[in-house]
């Protein structure tokens, strides 16, 4: 991950840009058409926004006007903690029958997973169970009976134990040639369970000017840097939508289409574009008759 973030750093002096360290937001204020970014010396102004912090992180930041209360209610959801990720290799997706394979436990329940989901690529055959385990202090061992204990429990199959591989990653900081294993654990909020109403997709929940890009709301690997990244190039996408339209490709474009927040705008955007192509077909039609018949 840091030869990532290391090479993002790179592209970023090359265009001119600049990261500005230990500078925490402490608050974020917009007007008819700027935002103010105030830390505790310095003053931002800018047109966008771009929260990427862990969602408990948000509540040290003031934000006027508020966000939607659906989003600033959810954010107060997510519980900070350290956890061991883990991936489960099966032969098959089992759990396509009757489940999603979205498992999410709640804080009194007695187990020590945190989150799991199905991480099926769309062309494997095989099946994986990714997620996060919330004790960092069991061993290996200890960490796959339960595990393997409670997926046996929520899909209500034995099928869960007969695993063909099993895989623990813990952190890893990585500095100039030097490789340090870190005693915690992943630094993943996970949301604790609550009424279906308050689980809102963040980045749909995104505004005009507020854009949410964490890796916990990356919807395939969240909690990871693939999460950040996905979440990253999808919310980079909202902001080229606003400033630079032209810049998007058709990919692009399919990917954010299905977003609330661009949904509206995009439909009439291609509305207008239909029309435009028209009247321009139209009118070409005509000159070329005009000029067939004066002949």
């Known amino acids: 991950m840091a030869r990532i973030t290391e090479e993002l ?7 001119g840009g600049n990261i500005i360290y230990n500078k925490p937001v402490t608050k974020i204020e917009f007007n008819d058409d700027r935002a103010y970014c105030y830390t505790t010396q310095y003053c931002f102004k800018c047109s966008i926004v771009v929260i990427a912090v862990p969602p408990p992180e948000i509540s040290y930041i003031h934000i006027e006007p508020p966000l939607p209360q659906n989003a600033s209610r959810s954010q107060t959801l997510y519980l900070q ?3 061991i990720f883990f991936n489960v290799f099966y032969k098959e997706p089992f759990w396509n029958n009757e489940y999603s394979g979205d498992v999410l436990a709640t804080p009194e329940s007695n187990t020590i997973l945190n989150v799991a989901y199905d991480a099926t690529c769309d062309n494997e055959e095989q099946g994986v169970i990714a997620g996060f385990l919330n004790n ?9 009976l339960l595990l393997f204990e409670t997926l046996s429990r929520c899909f209500q199959t034995n099928e869960a134990k007969r695993w063909i591989n099993y895989k623990e990653c813990e952190r890893v900081l990585e500095r100039e040639d030097v490789i340090i294993q870190s005693e915690c654990g992943w630094p993943m909020s996970v949301m604790q369970p609550c009424h279906i109403s308050d689980h809102v997709n963040h980045i749909n929940a995104s505004t005009d000017r507020t854009l949410f890009a964490a890796s916990e709301y990356a919807t395939k690997w969240p909690g990871t840097v693939d999460g950040a990244i996905e979440t990253g190039e999808l919310v980079a996408c909202l902001v080229l939508l606003k400033v ?4 998007l490709n058709l990919a692009d474009m399919i990917a954010i289409s299905s977003l609330d927040t661009v949904r509206h705008s995009f439909f009439i955007g291609i509305a207008i574009m239909q029309c435009f192509c028209l009247a321009m077909n139209t009118a070409i039609l005509f000159s070329l008759l005009r000029v067939a018949y004066s002949k």
């Open 244 to 247: 630079r339209p032209q810049t």
């Open 9 to 15: 750093l790179r592209h970023i002096r090359i265009e």
């Open 81 to 83: 903690s350290d956890n």
């Open 136 to 144: 960092t202090n069991v061993t290996s061992t200890t960490s796959k």
